[in-house]
């Protein structure tokens, strides 16, 4: 399948406002542009990144609970599961999960927070 052009052209909106119309801006003009900026490149990582980590979190739901759905379904079992005790908080497994999905998670909406 090939990959869609909205990543690319969102890039090129972002660099194009932080390049050339922020540095002329100031007070809440910059602001304003600046936080527009910020959303142009979170909605640009989730459009790349978003569909293999959500591929992830479903295959590693699917591993953990023995069984198959959508991921929102996969989430509500996981969250059963726990609520039930048929998972415990300090499997493995179940921390492993947890921590994978954060990272990915991170890694699209603050990609700073990883490097801290």
């Not at 005790?85 to 991170?106: F, S, W, Y």
């Amino acid at each position: 399948m090939p990959l869609s052009p909205a990543p690319d052209l969102l890039a090129t909106i972002r660099d194009y406002l932080e390049k050339e119309i922020l540095p002329t801006l100031v007070d809440d003009k910059w602001f304003n542009v600046k936080v527009a900026v910020n959303l142009l490149a979170t909605i640009e990582r989730e459009l790349r990144l978003g569909p293999e980590a959500n591929a992830a979190e479903r295959a590693r739901l699917a591993a953990l609970l023995g069984t198959s759905g959508t991921l929102e379904e996969l989430n509500r079992a996981l969250a059963l599961a726990i609520r039930e005790g048929r998972i415990a908080l300090d499997d493995p497994a179940l921390l492993e999960h947890l921590r994978q999905t954060t990272a990915d998670t991170l890694s699209i909406n603050n990609p700073q927070w990883l490097a801290r």
